[in-house]
């Protein structure tokens, strides 16, 4: 499985990303695909996933902003974040469990909101 992650950029407090996590190879192993952040100097934290059921999870500090959705189709899992804040600056990772329990990771997008 390869994941390519996409979306990052600068943006205002308050504003809005869509970061996108498009998965090729072997797609239908692909149980659960996660978002995680890591802050400069932080650990990795997990942020929100999305079963092959469609069943969500977030993380508490950004529910009610972030929504993980997947496109089927287009073999892509999005992350849409809205009202961002300063804090959730960080390089963004998509993370894909499949069904042999490996876990494949796709390159960061920085994610940074100014004040």
């Known amino acids: 499985v390869q994941l390519q992650a996409s979306g990052g950029g600068l943006v205002q407090a308050g504003g809005s990303l869509r970061l996108s996590c498009a998965a090729s190879g072997n797609i239908f192993s692909i149980l659960v695909t996660r978002w995680y952040r890591q802050a400069p100097g932080e650990q990795r934290d997990l942020v929100a996933s999305?079963?092959?059921?469609?069943?969500?999870n977030y993380a508490d500090s950004v529910k009610g902003r972030f929504t993980i959705s997947r496109d089927n189709a287009k073999n892509t899992v999005s992350l849409q974040m809205n009202s961002l804040k300063p804090e959730d600056t960080a390089v963004y990772y998509c993370?894909?469990?499949?069904?042999?329990?490996?876990?494949?990771w796709g390159q960061g997008t920085l994610v940074t909101v100014s004040s």
């Open positions: 993370n894909a469990l499949v069904v042999s329990y490996h876990t494949y």
């Open positions: 999305i079963t092959i059921g469609g069943v969500t």
